[in-house]
């Protein structure tokens, strides 16, 4: 029996709460000369022991969807490509609750992949009794430049055979050997109508199309040559982290503001004090010119 107790002028009241449900409790307050009555509702809420579920799931990148439901176990996120990283907070009401992510610490950092990562949760009751399990898919956004590897044979382990681009969200057909893998899209698209393999037109069965997570895993853990490496760039980085060093590459073609003029990262501070010069000294050139003229007749 659980009980809740609150001090009353002189005496202590018992309220019985039931375990697993809220309790509404009045408290009256009376004034000293009696003319005065005020009330106040406290809700309390009992939880229960053999409760797994959790009260909320936190993303350091990207939104859950749907909306958070205690009751739905599976979600989807999406990020950007430039995040190749993140931190997956479940949040559970009783401390007690034993909650790990990918059969870690649910603090520990998630290097995500550069389609699709799965974080499997999976939450303990406090008396060890029940457990439940939530899965958060995490989406990155595709780049869309093609990518070389430094190792050259990869770059046909990992192109899709449809698109001729790097594998995205890789998906493969079922006891096929050796394993026919396509993007997703484009697996999707040539299957909309038409349930036939399109390496070697066998009849698509039951549940024929397959994660290949571990694929995944495997591109994102490969070295490859920054995209920029035609302008110059000669950083090598894991696939995952490609993202980030585009964000900061010097390499990368941007614009600059005031002439429209695209030029190298690099150059953009020094294009810039160029431009500012010239415009500072043609200013310079016309004042001149303007204290020269004849005066008018």
């Known amino acids: 029996m659980f009980v809740c107790f609150f001090e009353g002028g002189d005496e202590l009241k018992s309220v019985l709460l039931k375990e697993g449900e809220v309790t509404s409790i009045k408290i009256e307050v009376t004034a000293e000369d009696g003319s005065t009555i005020k009330n106040y509702f406290v809700l309390v809420t009992r939880l229960l022991a053999s409760d797994a579920s959790l009260s909320g799931i936190g993303l350091s990148c990207g939104q859950l969807s749907p909306i958070f439901d205690a009751k739905l176990t599976n979600y989807l996120a999406n990020v950007s490509f430039h ?6 907070t479940p949040v559970a009401a009783d401390k007690k609750t034993t909650i790990k992510v990918n059969d870690h610490d649910p603090k520990q950092v998630v290097p995500l ?3 699709e990562t799965k974080a499997v949760i999976e939450v303990t009751s406090p008396d060890q009794s ?6 958060v898919t995490v989406c990155r956004e595709e780049i869309v430049r093609r990518i070389r590897f430094v190792d ?14 790097l594998l995205y969200r890789p998906k493969s057909i079922a006891n096929s050997s050796p394993k026919h893998v396509f993007c997703k899209s484009c697996i999707e698209e040539l299957t909309r109508t038409s349930k036939v393999d399109p390496l070697d037109e066998s009849t698509l069965k039951g549940d024929w199309k397959m994660d290949e997570f571990e694929m995944e895993a495997e591109m994102a853990a490969s070295e490859v040559h920054c995209v920029f490496a035609y302008l110059g760039c000669t950083k090598k ?9 585009l964000k900061e590459c010097e390499f ?13 990262k690099k150059d953009l501070e020094s294009k810039a004090k160029v431009i500012i010069i010239y415009k500072h000294k043609m200013k ?11 005066p008018s007749p």
Do not use: A
Request: hydrophobic share 30%; proline share 3%.
């Open 113 to 115: 992949n550069c389609g």
């Open 252 to 264: 990368q073609i941007v614009q600059v503001e005031k002439s429209g003029e695209l030029v190298l």
């Open 237 to 245: 980085v894991l696939l995952r982290n490609l993202g980030n060093h």
């Open 284 to 294: 310079n050139h016309k004042n001149m010119l303007q204290s020269t003229k004849p």
């Open 152 to 165: 050259g044979k990869l770059n046909q382990k990992f192109e899709c055979p449809v698109c001729l681009g």
């Open 83 to 88: 995040c190749d990283s993140f931190v997956i």
């Open 130 to 135: 029940n457990k439940q399990t939530y899965v």
